[in-house]
T-cell receptor, first 116, second 116 residues
Framework: DQQVKQNSPSLSVQEGRISILNCDYT??????FLWYKKYPAEGPTFLIS?????DKNEDGRFTVFLNKSAKHLSLHIVPSQPGDSAVYFC???????????????FGQGTILTVHP | NAGVMQNPRHLVRRRGQEARLRCSPM?????VYWYRQLPEEGLKFMVY????????ESGMPKERFSAEFPKEGPSILRIQQVVRGDSAAYFC??????????????FGPGTRLTVL
């Protein structure tokens, strides 16, 4: 039962262009969404997040968009840089008060390659 | 301030042996989470612990796996009688308080378990 899905296993983008990574979820109990970046042989590092009360959050080159009705979120990176090449994971948290607080549910990841 | 530390980074075991994975949370963090990443998949939640308490073990296999976070010392994930299917990367994360929001879970570099 894959509650968070990243349907694109990989994405290749030219340096300077926009990278758009997509994520869908099925569990309507999720109310906080996060993007993590992961390099080989390292643990995930937090990138950006968004609460379900918002539809957009921006931090420098990174913007996350949330469409609650479609249960879809996306991460935009612009302009893309070769150092952005990594695996990107979408993750979700359930709303507060539930017994699963703190329990991140991850998507399968998308490998982003940014070509110089 | 050292980050989350995991050791060993790589562990090789033969089928039937025991594997013990250690996680030292960031200083001041009293909440620990273990996640497992199988090849070509995202990270999957296993267990959430506070000092001397297991809060949520809904992601732990029912047999052979156990976790603890004693009053003193690191958190330990123990896998008894390992099988080839246990080969994976095991990540630990820690947080200072109840980690419901954004980037409060900090991940370690992971332990890569290989079962021969």
């Amino acid at each position: 039962d894959q509650q968070v899905k990243q349907n694109s296993p990989s994405l290749s983008v030219q340096e300077g262009r926009i990278s758009i990574l997509n994520c869908d979820y099925t569990n309507s109990m999720f109310d906080y969404f996060l993007w993590y970046k992961k390099y080989p042989a390292e643990g995930p590092t937090f990138l950006i997040s968004i609460s379900s009360i918002k539809d957009k959050n921006e931090d420098g080159r990174f913007t996350v968009f949330l469409n609650k009705s479609a249960k879809h979120l996306s991460l935009h990176i612009v302009p893309s840089q070769p150092g952005d090449s990594a695996v990107y994971f979408c993750a979700a948290l359930p709303n507060a008060g539930g017994t699963s607080y703190g329990k991140l549910t991850f998507g399968q990841g998308t490998i982003l390659t940014v070509h110089p | 301030n050292a980050g989350v530390m995991q050791n060993p980074r790589h562990l090789v075991r033969r089928r039937g042996q025991e594997a013990r994975l250690r996680c030292s949370p960031m200083k001041g963090h009293s909440h620990v989470y273990w996640y497992r990443q199988l090849p070509e998949e995202g990270l999957k939640f296993m267990v959430y612990l506070q000092k001397e308490n297991i809060i949520d073990e809904s992601g732990m296999p029912k047999e052979r796996f156990s976790a603890e976070f004693p009053k003193e010392g690191p958190s330990i994930l123990r896998i008894q009688q390992v099988v080839r299917g246990d080969s994976a990367a095991y990540f630990c994360a820690s947080s200072p308080i109840l980690a419901h929001s954004y980037n409060e879970q900090f991940f370690g570099p992971g332990t890569r378990l290989t079962v021969l």
